[in-house]
């Protein structure tokens, strides 16, 4: 880490950049030249121009100091910017692909809290965190908002070692004081807003110039939280102005679950909806993140638009433990904010870019159902991948895309180019993605989101700084 941490320097990236102009468009841009400073700020973006004219000519009016470093790789390879994963369990990375049939209730016990309580040994929770953000990264995961477990100390850990592999997080210490097993639960109310405290308090006083890692505060969802906590973490939100992030009308029998555990006589909201007690408790806010969001009402997310909410889509894992198919077009169109999860690991993976094109299945099976503008597109999954995501994690206008003003989150993707012989070159040797030489850039694009995976994520950097290359 330190070798790739190394100093900093002005950094001028030249080639082919590839980036959302807005949900339905992708803004190709060849020879261009993007200015970096040291500090990982997009400063100058010139196009169409060689890199030496670029070099000379904005190198002196940005007043830099000669001494630049240049990343220009060979052509065919292009820039993308980081993928942001809006929901992932960092906790539950060991059990990805185990799931069997369950849905989502059994799932958690049987499955899900067995682990996570399992990291409260620190060296376990050690080895699982480095795991998952050497992952990710690898992924192309630039920036993602994470659960870690109930425990708040091994959570802490985790906020430590995201801050040194320099990947963007929001970090989460899981709140649910009923509703699970004695040996995996906060032993009260107070003492999960103390844990809580105590996560905020260290994140905040972290020594990290870079400033990448954010608390969030975490009930896990309605069923496992106390009355009086969701109220005392509404609070605490309204008090901190920190981002929310939960789990919303996910599974039918969790829907039918909160409805009889928080009756409408007793919380005093408007009706028994999911939206309607996360609102009542003060946990809708401009910067909260409700993970799934499936079966809600036309109501409901009427509601969640008013208060800023936003949606993560978690297609890989809706699919997975049958939960439903979530309506993002409708999501969209009634104009509430949007991005992907992996929701690893009740989705198997924890790549956004099979998250992406699980979206993209996924729309398609709403649309068999009868709405065939449900379809969404290449171009559209693409951006919720960068820029919805974005959005979710209360990062809009700073990443997601090549935009001076914007920091430099930003990975490098290489497919492989089939030579006459049919063959690869050696340094293409390795992935799934063939390209022939023959296919447009909108093309090539769609073959990687349907058969990339991290063989063609060469390099990744998040504000600017070199985090994974690929081996
Ligand atoms: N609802 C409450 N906890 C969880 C979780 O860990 N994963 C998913 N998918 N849904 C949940
Ligand atoms: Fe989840």
């Not at 909260?288 to 969640?304: M, N």
């Not at 001076?404 to 040797?429: N, P, R």
């Not at 992935?431 to 990687?448: L, Q």
Request: charged content about 30%; aromatic content about 8%; some cysteine.
């Amino acid at each position: 880490m330190d070798k790739m941490a190394g100093e900093r320097k002005n950094t001028v990236f030249y080639g082919t950049f590839i980036h959302s102009k807005s949900l339905d468009e992708l803004e190709y841009l060849h020879n261009t030249a993007v200015f970096v400073d040291k500090e990982g700020k997009i400063v100058a973006v010139e196009r169409e121009c060689d890199l030496t004219t670029a070099l000379t000519i904005k190198v002196s009016e940005l007043g830099w100091n000669p001494d630049v470093a240049i990343e220009a790789p060979r052509e065919g390879q292009f820039f993308f910017p980081g993928l942001i994963d809006t929901h992932i369990h960092a906790s539950q990375y060991p059990n990805v692909g185990i799931f069997g049939k369950s849905t989502l209730l059994d799932w958690l016990n049987k499955y899900t809290f067995p682990l996570e309580a399992s990291l409260n040994d620190l060296d376990k929770a050690r080895k699982v965190y480095t795991r998952v953000i050497r992952k990710t990264l690898s992924h192309g995961t630039t920036c993602a908002a994470y659960y870690a477990t109930v425990d708040d100390l091994s959570t802490v850990l985790f906020a430590d070692l995201c801050a040194k592999a320099g990947q963007r997080a929001l970090v989460g210490k899981v709140c649910m004081d009923q509703m699970a097993p004695d040996w995996y639960r906060d032993e009260s109310w107070e003492e999960s807003i103390a844990a809580t405290k105590r996560l905020i308090s260290h994140v905040e006083s972290m020594d990290s110039e870079m400033r990448l890692v954010r608390p969030v505060i975490t009930p896990r969802f309605a069923p496992s939280c106390s009355k009086r906590l969701l109220k005392e973490l509404g609070n605490l939100a309204r008090e901190t102005g920190l981002p929310v992030q939960t789990h919303i009308s996910e599974n039918k029998g969790e829907i039918e679950l909160v409805r009889k555990m928080f009756p409408k006589e007793e919380t005093g909201a408007r009706d028994d909806s999911y939206t309607a007690v996360y609102d009542v408790y003060g946990l809708l806010t401009d910067k909260t993140i409700l993970a799934h969001g499936i079966h809600l009402s036309e109501e409901e997310v009427e509601v969640i638009k008013q208060r800023g909410s936003k949606i993560s889509h978690c297609p890989c894992s809706n699919s997975s433990i049958t939960s439903g198919e979530a309506r993002v077009r409708w999501l969209l169109e009634k104009g509430v904010g949007v991005g992907l999860g992996t929701d690893m690991s009740g989705g198997y993976s924890p790549s956004v870019l099979e998250a992406a094109r699980s979206a993209l299945l996924v729309s398609r099976h709403v649309a068999m159902k009868g709405d065939d503008n449900a379809k969404l597109s290449v171009e559209e999954v693409l951006y919720l991948a960068t820029r919805g995501g974005a959005e979710v994690v209360g990062l809009e206008g700073k990443v997601g895309a090549f935009e001076v003003g914007m920091d430099w989150d930003a990975q490098l993707i290489g497919l492989c180019e089939v030579d006459d012989k049919g063959g690869v070159a050696e340094e293409e040797e390795e992935g799934n993605v063939d390209i022939f030489g023959w296919e447009s850039w909108e093309e090539k694009v769609a073959k990687w989101l349907f058969n990339g995976d991290d063989r063609n994520t060469r390099k990744v950097w998040v504000k600017g700084r070199l985090v994974h290359v690929r081996k």
